[in-house]
């Protein structure tokens, strides 16, 4: 989009100012079918404690959806995607508009709580941080699994067991509930428009795009927290063995794009630490009597299988192509 083109796009007006960084809040939207989230998502910013400078809503391909939007989004700056379909190209296309000296993202069936974005930024404060994520936690639509394991609420895209308690440095956060400083987003080149979710198929680009900030740290806080609406098809077997198998293509993408060693590293401390003695429990609780402890322990087996199975045939599938087209650089990121 050209400066004069930006220059032409009526803005929301402007927050209240505030001490500290401005914030810029994006929020990419693609489904007519998540209306009603998108609408609360978009209140739920507006009724921030500590107020963002903008809200921008990107819809992504969508000109009904984005017609709504224009019409009944008050006070929020709603654009059309300029760049490639998906979420990446949607959130490019919100950060290259906005203004903030800190960039925020808010998924659209995503419901933050009013002091979000307040403890968000007071990350900031330490000029060696390029970017912060917090607490998601979900919003079921029906009753919560019993066969669920709290270490696969990831599945869900929510905080999972494991996960630091406390503020903590981490590899990467969730662009469901992430914030990073505009100048670190614009030196990594913005996220991967040709590695990223596009509508429900689902793929890690908020860690990739963590792994090529290198301006700073990243730190997870969980006292910022969100809420994630999770409809009632997310809530199936079947469901889960397909998001762990995208997440495991997912991240063999990253493996061969970043290097194993890096792309990988928060993933086999979870196997190695989090998953046995999680499997240990369920079986201990059912024998106590709790017989949907069995079916968790089951279930973190299925997950980790499906998640293996996919990084092996996506690690395969993604070599091949960049061998095809980058040779030397495919030795290079099997050698890190």
Request: glycine content about 10%.
């Amino acid at each position: 989009m050209s400066p004069a083109q930006v220059a032409g796009i009526a803005r929301a007006p402007q927050a209240a100012p505030t001490t500290g960084p401005t914030v810029s809040v994006v929020i990419a939207a693609y489904s007519d079918e998540r209306w009603t989230q998108l609408r609360d998502a978009v209140a739920s910013v507006h009724a921030q404690t500590r107020p963002a400078l903008e809200t921008i809503v990107v819809v992504d391909h969508n000109p009904d959806l984005l017609s709504r939007a224009r019409r009944e989004l008050p006070d929020t700056l709603v654009i059309a995607n300029t760049g490639a379909r998906g979420a990446s190209g949607a959130r490019n296309t919100g950060v290259a508009l906005s203004r903030g000296e800190i960039v925020a993202f808010l998924d659209d069936d995503a419901c933050a709580t009013t002091g979000w974005l307040e403890t968000l930024i007071a990350g900031f404060a330490d000029p060696a941080v390029a970017g912060v994520g917090g607490r998601v936690d979900p919003l079921w639509a029906t009753a919560r699994p019993r066969w669920l394991p709290r270490e696969f609420d990831w599945t869900v895209g929510a905080s999972y067991s494991g996960m630091p308690e406390t503020t903590a440095q981490v590899r990467n956060v969730w662009t469901n509930n992430m914030a990073l400083r505009r100048r670190a987003f614009d030196a990594a080149g913005g996220f991967r428009e040709d590695f990223g979710k596009l509508g429900v198929a689902s793929r890690p680009e908020d860690t990739e795009l963590c792994l090529r900030v290198t301006s700073g740290s990243w730190l997870y806080e969980p006292a910022s927290a969100v809420g994630h609406w999770v409809p009632a098809q997310r809530a199936t077997v079947r469901y889960f063995l397909r998001r762990c198998f995208d997440e495991g293509q997912g991240k063999a993408g990253i493996a061969v794009m970043d290097g194993a060693a890096k792309g990988t590293s928060t993933e086999r401390a979870y196997t190695v630490r989090v998953l046995p003695s999680a499997v240990g429990r369920g079986l201990r609780e059912a024998v106590a009597g709790d017989r949907s402890g069995a079916l968790r322990s089951a279930a973190i087996v299925g997950g980790f299988g499906m998640a293996a199975v996919g990084f092996a045939l996506g690690y395969v599938s993604a070599a091949s192509r960049r061998s095809a087209s980058h040779p030397a650089q495919a030795e290079l990121a099997v050698s890190r």
